[in-house]
């Protein structure tokens, strides 16, 4: 079988493809269903009128209603997988699960006192962003309210929490990187795992610093691949992309490929002092849509930070108040 492809899903289990933007152009609902007919939805999508249809057609082809949802459980916070909990609370009056350093992620975001749509374009501008960029990361980042519009009230999950869900016990494992207090849920008997976006089968999931946020998110993600990659694990199910069979695998791979990054980092920076929006450019391409931008220029901020802790790299705060990286003497 070749890794791209499909694996057969168990009966229990279904996937539900939800529209987002591009490039990933759709993320991976579950579907999980218990012998008295009542079912859990894992991460349900971003929220638009286009969504909503998408779900209630796909409850109606699987014989089943909003009536039918027992709870909602989300891996993590981010607008593609929490957007439509809150409506789909309104709804049903399920439960929504998630963790409570996702909830708190996702007030600092998005909650009434949330001022990430001002602060994010402020410290990309101190580190090299010109000002038509930051400009458009504000109005970027107002464009998500809408997706995630209601919040949900939340009963919270912890780190080694045991669910119920399709018939069998799931295991909750926190970690971070990707996204604060992400949660991945392991069934042992059966060998399976709802990865969301801690291991994504293709594409290396986004690891972004982010003022207010973790501290040193590329830390916080490669520790959590190395306890995922622990587990014994035969089918994965991830947020976006393909069900895989090679998840132990994928770890391995995906803790090479940040050193790697980290290693092509510091050669760049030893060259001459750089900053980090030249060092995103010189890693990413100059080619990207804004939303691509946020992701490389976070994903490059949280490398410099991880040079930073490894003391391979140091900060240098110049006079007009921006920040530029040169190799540590």
């Given at each position: 079988?070749?890794?791209?492809?499909?694996?057969?899903?168990?009966?229990?289990?279904?996937?539900?493809?939800?529209?987002?933007?591009?490039?990933?152009?759709?993320?991976?609902?579950?579907?999980?269903?218990?012998?008295?007919?009542?079912?859990?939805?894992?991460?349900?999508?971003?929220?638009s009128s286009e969504t909503e249809l998408e779900w209630q057609e796909a409850l109606s082809n699987l014989g089943l209603s909003f009536q039918s949802i027992s709870q909602?459980?989300?891996?993590?916070?981010?607008?593609?997988?929490?957007?439509?909990?809150?409506?789909?609370?309104?709804?049903?009056?399920?439960?929504?699960?998630?963790?409570?350093?996702?909830?708190?992620?996702?007030?600092?975001?998005?909650?009434?006192?949330?001022?990430?749509?001002?602060?994010?374009?402020?410290?990309?501008?101190?580190?090299?962003?010109?000002?038509?960029?930051?400009?458009?990361?504000?109005?970027?980042?107002?464009?998500?309210?809408?997706?995630?519009?209601?919040?949900?009230?939340?009963?919270?999950?912890?780190?080694?929490?045991?669910?119920?869900?399709?018939?069998?016990?799931?295991?909750?494992?926190?970690?971070?990187?990707?996204?604060?207090?992400?949660?991945?849920?392991?069934?042992?008997?059966?060998?399976?795992?709802?990865?969301?976006?801690?291991?994504?089968?293709?594409?290396?999931?986004?690891?972004?610093?982010?003022?207010?946020?973790?501290?040193?998110?590329?830390?916080?993600?490669?520790?959590?691949?190395?306890?995922?990659?622990?587990?014994?694990?035969?089918?994965?199910?991830?947020?976006?992309?393909?069900?895989?069979?090679?998840?132990?695998?994928?770890?391995?791979?995906?803790?090479?490929?940040?050193?790697?990054?980290?290693?092509?980092?510091?050669?760049?920076?030893?060259?001459?002092?750089?900053?980090?929006?030249?060092?995103?450019?010189?890693?990413?391409?100059?080619?990207?849509?804004?939303?691509?931008?946020?992701?490389?220029?976070?994903?490059?901020?949280?490398?410099?930070?991880?040079?930073?802790?490894?003391?391979?790299?140091?900060?240098?705060?110049?006079?007009?108040?921006?920040?530029?990286?040169?190799?540590?003497?």
């Open positions: 079988m070749k890794r791209s492809e499909a694996i057969t899903m168990p009966e229990y289990i279904h996937r539900v493809k939800i529209t987002m933007s591009f490039p990933l152009r759709w993320v991976n609902s579950y579907v999980l269903r218990e012998s008295d007919g009542t079912i859990t939805i894992v991460d349900p999508g971003p929220r909602i459980v989300l891996t993590h916070h981010h607008p593609d997988h929490l957007g439509l909990s809150g409506w789909l609370q309104q709804k049903t009056g399920a439960p929504v699960r998630m963790s409570s350093r996702s909830m708190k992620e996702a007030e600092y975001m998005w909650g009434q006192n949330a001022t990430i749509n001002v602060v994010l374009p402020e410290y990309y501008g101190q580190h090299g962003m010109p000002a038509d960029k930051t400009k458009q990361i504000h109005e970027h980042m107002e464009s998500f309210d809408s997706q995630i519009t209601p919040l949900p009230e939340i009963t919270p999950i912890e780190d080694g929490e045991w669910l119920q869900m399709g018939g069998q016990r799931w295991l909750a494992v926190e970690t971070g990187g990707h996204a604060p207090g992400h949660l991945t849920f392991y069934a042992p008997e059966s060998r399976e795992i709802l990865c969301g976006d801690a291991v994504l089968p293709q594409i290396s999931p986004n690891v972004s610093l982010q003022p207010g946020s973790d501290t040193q998110p590329l830390l916080s993600y490669m520790e959590g691949l190395h306890r995922l990659g622990a587990l014994d694990v035969e089918r994965a199910y991830p947020g976006h992309r393909n069900p895989f069979l090679h998840f132990n695998e994928r770890t391995v791979h995906l803790l090479t490929h940040h050193e790697e990054r980290l290693q092509k980092m510091a050669e760049r920076v030893a060259e001459a002092p750089v900053s980090a929006y030249d060092l995103c450019i010189f890693m990413f391409s100059d080619r990207l849509s804004i939303h691509q931008l946020r992701f490389a220029m976070s994903e490059t901020l949280a490398h410099l930070q991880e040079l930073i802790r490894r003391a391979i790299v140091v900060q240098q705060e110049q006079r007009d108040g921006t920040f530029l990286f040169n190799i540590k003497k």
